[in-house]
């Protein structure tokens, strides 16, 4: 079985700053790593997903990911925030071999940006 | 818009009741997955179908039921409703390790 700790269940953090969203998964197979963003009363958005290749992974609006097999972790991270990426950020896994591709979604973090 | 499309965007039943959600994937996309957003349980996987046959399921209620038709949009069944059933359900389709999914902006129900 796979789960997924974000331990973090709000950030708040200024205009312009760095920010980094935590995400701790555990695992018994190999997984696919996923970030998606919840901008209020929306769907997700997929901002950013690690299948394989270079554990450095750069997405959408400026977000990127490092994936750390050691830690077992996918932390999100962005060197300047803006007002507008004031959302809910799930981190997510999928189970490499799994047909069905389900994911299985951390508790969420909700990121506050402040001017 | 995503290109899935669920409906209705809102609803509110009473207790005890059935309703049926809705959702077209995007178009080309096979496999459609059922997702419930609570604020006890989180996002949690419920159910897949691909090409009209069901996939695997999870966190999935006896009391819900699901189903994909031949055009490939497909419905999820509530029924016996519980107020523990209000949740944001959302639909996603997939069109593969490349595309990835593709979410619906979902449906709310509240039950009342």
């Known amino acids: 079985a796979q789960s997924v700790t974000q331990l973090d269940s709000q950030v708040p953090v200024f205009e312009e700053a760095p920010v980094e969203l935590r995400c701790n998964y555990s695992s018994s197979v190999s997984v696919y790593l996923f970030w998606y963003v919840q901008y209020p009363n929306q769907g997700l958005q997929l901002l950013l997903k690690y299948l394989s290749g270079s554990t450095l992974v750069k997405g959408i609006n400026g977000f990127e990911a490092e994936f750390n097999k050691s830690q077992t972790s996918f932390h999100l991270r962005k060197p300047s925030v803006h007002i507008s990426d004031t959302a809910e950020y799930f981190c997510?896994?999928?189970?490499?071999?799994?047909?069905?591709?389900?994911?299985?979604f951390g508790s969420g973090t909700r990121l506050l940006v402040r001017p | 818009d995503s290109g899935v499309t669920q409906t209705p965007k809102h609803l509110i039943t009473a207790t005890g009741q059935r309703v049926t959600l809705r959702c077209s994937p995007r178009?080309?996309?096979?496999?459609v997955y059922w997702y419930q957003q609570s604020l006890d349980q989180g996002l949690q996987f419920l159910i897949q179908?691909?090409?009209?046959?069901?996939?695997a399921k999870g966190n999935i209620l006896e009391r819900f039921s699901a189903q994909q038709f031949p055009d490939l949009h497909s419905e999820l069944n509530l029924s016996s409703l519980e107020l523990g059933d209000s949740a944001l359900y959302f639909c996603a389709s997939f069109g593969g390790d490349g595309d990835g999914y593709t979410f619906g902006s979902g449906t709310r129900l509240t039950v009342v």
């Open positions: 997510a896994v999928s189970p490499r071999g799994d047909s069905s591709y389900k994911l299985i």
């Open positions: 179908y691909y090409n009209g046959e069901e996939r």
């Open positions: 178009s080309g996309d096979l496999s």
